[in-house]
């Protein structure tokens, strides 16, 4: 096999080990620090309830199951956001320059943690906030590569919105074959597209507007639908989205994970949930591979929504889930995070039973 079919084919545990033996060991050591930043934000949709999520997902035990990882975990707590009065749509884009303020105060504190050498995780919040965390990692790491993990493309420009929801359209502001497609919404003026296509990956697309089917198209941006989860299985949809990603250079991930991803039978608690999602054990292997690549540097989990949920158990499966998702993402493994030992324990004889 050329060297480069052979990088295709190493994903799983033993895949360090096998690098270096083949000499194809050009990523990074994970960072041994995790910074956790809560962004209690709601107005890039309608729906009140979300500003709530970076709580539930922190009750939900996430500090505590990250530690358990051995990692040193620092709480930056969660930011505080100054709401616009008299913040009237533009274009039908609803509060903008409330969104735009909040993201680039997010922007700012991304890129802040991870200069300081940190693995992050942002708890939302909205996934309008993805403009100001995937900017702000974008400022410190200009090479990385975006996965999207969602139900919805997000990519809708104020053109092609049917909603105005800024939820809806974050990853329009990244791009920069979009550029002249976007108009000057006010609030947005701080930042400027810094993606190409090439480098973003979609995955448990089910529910994608006329407008988004066409920008994928035309972009020719790789994404896997559900139907495409089906006909191929997650594991081929990820070794191709990894392939796709980092075959050319080993770059940081940025990991945007909306939970409505997964089948609302599973994250009931959600804004907009769509039948027909991500299994348990699907979402738990993309970030397992995620993971195993070492190049994890910054992930969002958005639309955890208390309010939403019809139960409180439906609240609290949606956020544990949440941060099962998280974990995995930093290395929880289903066979058991475990201390190395040396050998097996071997039997020890009691000689006084002997002699007795």
Same mark, same amino acid.
């Given at each position: 096999? &050329?060297? +480069?079919?052979?990088?295709?084919?190493? =994903?799983?545990?033993?895949?360090?080990?096998?690098?270096?033996?083949?000499?194809?060991?050009?990523?990074?050591?994970?960072?041994?620090?995790?910074?956790?930043?809560?962004?209690?934000?709601?107005?890039?949709?309608?729906?009140? !309830?979300?500003?709530?999520?970076?709580?539930?997902? =922190?009750?939900?035990?996430?500090?505590? =199951?990250?530690?358990?990882?051995?990692?040193?975990?620092?709480? @930056?707590?969660?930011?505080?956001?100054?709401?616009?009065?008299?913040?009237?749509?533009?274009?039908?884009?609803?509060?903008?320059?409330?969104?735009?303020?909040?993201?680039?105060?997010?922007?700012?504190?991304?890129?802040?943690?991870?200069?300081?050498?940190?693995?992050?995780?942002?708890?939302?919040?909205?996934?309008?906030?993805?403009?100001?965390?995937?900017?702000?990692?974008?400022?410190?790491?200009?090479?990385?590569?975006?996965?999207?993990?969602?139900?919805?493309?997000?990519?809708?420009?104020?053109?092609?919105?049917?909603? !105005?929801?800024?939820?809806?359209?974050?990853? &329009? @502001?990244?791009?920069?074959?979009?550029?002249?497609?976007?108009?000057?919404?006010?609030?947005?003026?701080?930042?400027?597209?810094?993606?190409?296509?090439?480098?973003?990956?979609?995955?448990?697309?089910?529910?994608?507007?006329?407008?988004?089917?066409?920008?994928?198209?035309?972009?020719?941006?790789?994404? @896997?639908?559900?139907?495409?989860?089906?006909?191929?299985?997650?594991? =081929?949809?990820?070794?191709?989205?990894?392939?796709?990603?980092?075959?050319?250079?080993?770059?940081?991930?940025?990991?945007?994970?909306?939970?409505? &991803?997964?089948?609302?039978?599973?994250?009931?608690?959600?804004?907009?949930?769509?039948?027909? !999602?991500?299994?348990?054990?699907?979402?738990?292997?993309?970030?397992?591979?995620?993971?195993?690549?070492?190049?994890? +540097?910054?992930?969002?989990?958005?639309?955890?929504?208390?309010?939403?949920?019809?139960?409180?158990?439906?609240?609290?499966?949606?956020? +544990?889930?949440?941060?099962?998702?998280?974990?995995?993402?930093?290395?929880?493994?289903?066979?058991?995070?475990?201390?190395?030992?040396?050998?097996?324990?071997?039997?020890?004889?009691?000689?006084?039973?002997?002699?007795?």
């Amino acid at each position: 096999l &050329a060297p +480069s079919k052979i990088k295709m084919a190493l =994903r799983g545990p033993v895949s360090r080990l096998l690098r270096s033996q083949l000499g194809l060991t050009s990523q990074p050591s994970r960072a041994q620090s995790v910074a956790v930043l809560g962004a209690p934000f709601s107005r890039g949709q309608k729906r009140g !309830g979300v500003e709530h999520g970076p709580k539930a997902i =922190r009750d939900a035990g996430l500090l505590e =199951r990250l530690s358990g990882l051995d990692y040193a975990v620092h709480d @930056f707590g969660d930011l505080s956001f100054h709401h616009v009065e008299k913040d009237e749509p533009y274009m039908d884009v609803k509060f903008p320059r409330t969104v735009g303020a909040a993201n680039k105060t997010l922007s700012g504190a991304v890129s802040r943690a991870v200069g300081a050498g940190h693995t992050l995780v942002m708890l939302g919040g909205d996934h309008s906030l993805a403009i100001g965390s995937v900017a702000g990692h974008a400022q410190q790491c200009p090479d990385l590569c975006l996965i999207w993990v969602d139900a919805h493309a997000d990519i809708n420009t104020p053109m092609s919105s049917p909603s !105005g929801n800024l939820h809806g359209q974050p990853v &329009a @502001f990244m791009l920069k074959e979009l550029q002249d497609k976007m108009p000057d919404i006010p609030g947005f003026s701080w930042t400027k597209p810094f993606l190409s296509s090439r480098d973003l990956v979609y995955i448990g697309l089910r529910d994608v507007d006329p407008g988004e089917y066409q920008i994928l198209k035309d972009l020719n941006i790789q994404y @896997f639908t559900m139907r495409d989860i089906d006909r191929l299985g997650i594991q =081929r949809v990820m070794e191709v989205s990894l392939d796709h990603l980092l075959s050319r250079k080993q770059r940081p991930i940025h990991l945007s994970f909306d939970v409505d &991803a997964f089948d609302p039978s599973l994250a009931p608690a959600t804004g907009t949930p769509v039948n027909g !999602g991500l299994t348990y054990r699907e979402g738990i292997y993309i970030t397992e591979e995620i993971h195993n690549t070492g190049l994890l +540097s910054v992930m969002d989990l958005v639309e955890v929504n208390p309010m939403l949920g019809a139960t409180r158990q439906a609240v609290e499966a949606t956020a +544990s889930l949440a941060v099962d998702v998280i974990a995995s993402s930093l290395g929880q493994t289903r066979e058991g995070a475990h201390a190395s030992i040396d050998e097996i324990p071997s039997v020890k004889v009691d000689t006084e039973q002997l002699r007795l």
